[in-house]
């Protein structure tokens, strides 16, 4: 993930280098303008992402190792977060336009936010197996307020 992170950010200041490239020679009208929006919205939504997920990750692991159910139960909300995130990253994907490397940039981003998703939806089976060490039941948490 890490590794990746390092691509992503290198992607960033590259799109946002050339976004600025663009607005400057061509005088860029509301279609190239979109093309340029674009590709910020969706770096910006996977950065969140990734960014969401790492602190999951760091809480499912202190959630366990201290056994933790309130802690554990807490991933669920933002576990939705990042559900939203990788919505609104294929929903900013689709709009890219017809540049075909746009395009398959923004492919791969799609494909990056859903392996964060799974990153994120295991975070929320280690607080499940959290919540079963502690009480002794197996519950699948789908809300806070499922388990008060």
Same mark, same amino acid.
């Given at each position: 993930m890490v590794a990746g992170d390092d691509r992503i950010n290198r992607r960033d200041r590259e799109t946002h280098e050339d976004a600025l490239s663009l607005l400057a020679r061509e005088c860029p009208v509301a279609g190239d303008l979109r093309l340029v929006a674009a590709?910020?919205?969706?770096?910006? =939504?996977? &950065?969140?992402? *990734?960014?969401? !997920?790492?602190?999951? !990750?760091?809480?499912? /692991?202190? #959630?366990?190792?201290?056994?933790?159910? #309130?802690? *554990?139960?807490?991933? !669920?909300?933002?576990?939705?977060?990042?559900? @939203?995130?990788?919505? &609104?990253?294929?929903?900013?994907?689709? /709009?890219?336009?017809?540049?075909? /490397?746009?395009? /398959?940039?923004?492919?791969?981003?799609?494909?990056? *936010?859903? =392996?964060?998703? @799974?990153? #994120?939806?295991n975070t929320v089976f280690i607080a499940e197996q959290t919540v079963f060490i502690v009480i002794g039941l197996f519950r699948e948490i789908e809300s806070a307020a499922q388990l008060a």
């Open positions: 590709p910020l919205d969706i770096i910006r =939504c996977v &950065e969140r992402m *990734a960014e969401l !997920v790492r602190s999951q !990750v760091s809480q499912a /692991e202190q #959630a366990f190792d201290t056994r933790d159910v #309130a802690l *554990a139960r807490e991933l !669920v909300g933002r576990d939705s977060e990042v559900n @939203r995130l990788e919505r &609104e990253v294929f929903g900013r994907a689709v /709009e890219v336009g017809d540049d075909l /490397e746009v395009r /398959e940039w923004a492919m791969l981003m799609i494909l990056v *936010a859903r =392996c964060l998703e @799974r990153i #994120a939806e």
